[in-house]
């Protein structure tokens, strides 16, 4: 996966490009749009980085209570944009 640097975001956009994880990590605490490795079977989510333990971490609701869940993340961007209110 390194010589992938950027894969472009059908759903972002033409101009955002992902970020490789091996190239450059977040260095705040926000939410940032995230691909998981490819056999998590996992879409593109949200997620929050934490650049005190260098880890993503998501909440989920698993039907009993909300939980912390660790995605591996290979790719990241900030999220985009409000829309437009024409």
Not at 2 to 24: F, H, L, T
Not at 50 to 71: C, E, L, S
């Amino acid at each position: 996966m390194k010589e992938e640097k950027a894969i472009s975001c059908a759903y972002c956009g033409a101009a955002n490009e992902w970020i490789s994880v091996e190239d450059r990590l977040p260095k705040g605490n926000e939410e940032y749009l995230v691909w998981p490795i490819p056999d998590s079977e996992m879409n593109i989510i949200t997620a929050e980085f934490q650049p005190w333990d260098k880890r993503w971490t998501q909440d989920r609701y698993d039907g009993y209570g909300w939980d912390n869940f660790y995605p591996d993340v290979t790719h990241w961007m900030p999220l985009p944009g409000k829309p437009d209110n024409k």
